[in-house]
């Protein structure tokens, strides 16, 4: 929905003093999240080639699959949107057509990152990037093809695999020319790195990706906005915990034959109603019965 009453996603990144942005993966989590009074929440695509498809992270998903997610999750919350589109779906022409699909179905930035195909998590190992010069045409492309100005473009370089933290930066920098809104530097390796990516650039925001068994070290809030991120994203907390959690309560079910021993694990059935608005919806089917 992103209301429009709302502050936007430039304008959350603006004032907030690190901008804790959860990933989720589909529309119910993303209503917990907008429940839970996060300012704005993250379409991952790792979440969803994991749940939907059951599959890993390597560029899985098709541009209608993520567009029908994002349009499924904007539906559901008056927040803003953020989505990650991979490497675009392909070079800058086919970004420009991205763009306009994942904008027209929500979203208030679109993510593209540098690595060449097959891409893959950028936790993973053996990420191979394109040259600078056709990224930054990609992002010249989402720039110039985006509808509204307050539809941000996020550019995500992959170089600290491959080719060291020196190329990551420079391309930081390179795009953040190419008009990126914000810069998304993947990867890093330690708190020295992240302090160094975190001032890079210091007139276009920085986004730091937090992911439990990452390359990335875990830190605080207070640190990583004091080395100069403006948003900090948990692309996948929120899965990871859902893994845990049906792992947990199956378990119990499979070893018990009941749900008895789990039952402190469940959300009650009145707070899933709540969740998915049945009350809302019992409303209109008393408005308009026959």
Request: aromatic share 4%.
């Amino acid at each position: 929905m992103n209301d429009p009453a709302r502050p936007s996603l430039g304008e959350l990144i603006a004032a907030d003093g690190g901008l804790l942005l959860p990933g989720v993966a589909n529309a119910l989590t993303a209503r917990i999240a907008e429940d839970l009074g996060f300012g704005a929440v993250y379409v991952t695509g790792a979440g969803v080639t994991n749940t939907y498809l059951g599959l890993p992270d390597l560029a899985l998903v098709s541009l209608p699959e993520m567009a029908a997610h994002v349009a499924a999750v904007t539906d559901a919350v008056d927040i803003p949107v953020a989505v990650d589109a991979d490497t675009g779906f392909g070079n800058a022409v086919a970004v420009s057509r991205t763009v306009r699909v994942l904008e027209k179905a929500g979203a208030s930035a679109v993510q593209l990152e540098d690595q060449a195909a097959p891409k893959r998590c950028g936790h993973f190992d053996g990420q191979e990037v394109i040259p600078a010069q056709e990224m930054a045409q990609k992002i010249r492309a989402a720039v110039d093809s985006r509808r509204s100005a307050h539809t941000l473009v996020i550019a995500r370089t992959d170089a600290r695999a491959r080719h060291g933290l020196g190329e990551a930066l420079e391309r930081a920098a390179l795009y953040a020319e190419a008009g990126a809104d914000v810069l998304f530097i993947e990867g890093l390796r330690s708190r020295d790195e992240l302090l160094a990516a975190g001032r890079a650039v210091p007139d276009v925001p920085k986004l730091a990706n937090m992911v439990e068994g990452g390359k990335t070290p875990l830190l605080p809030r207070d640190e990583l906005t004091a080395m100069g991120y403006s948003v900090l994203l948990y692309a996948n907390a929120a899965m990871q915990a859902a893994i845990l959690g049906t792992q947990t309560v199956l378990a119990g079910l499979r070893d018990a034959g009941s749900l008895a021993p789990v039952m402190d694990r469940l959300a009650p059935w009145e707070e899933r109603q709540r969740l998915v608005r049945r009350a809302e919806y019992e409303e209109l089917e008393r408005r308009y019965e026959a």
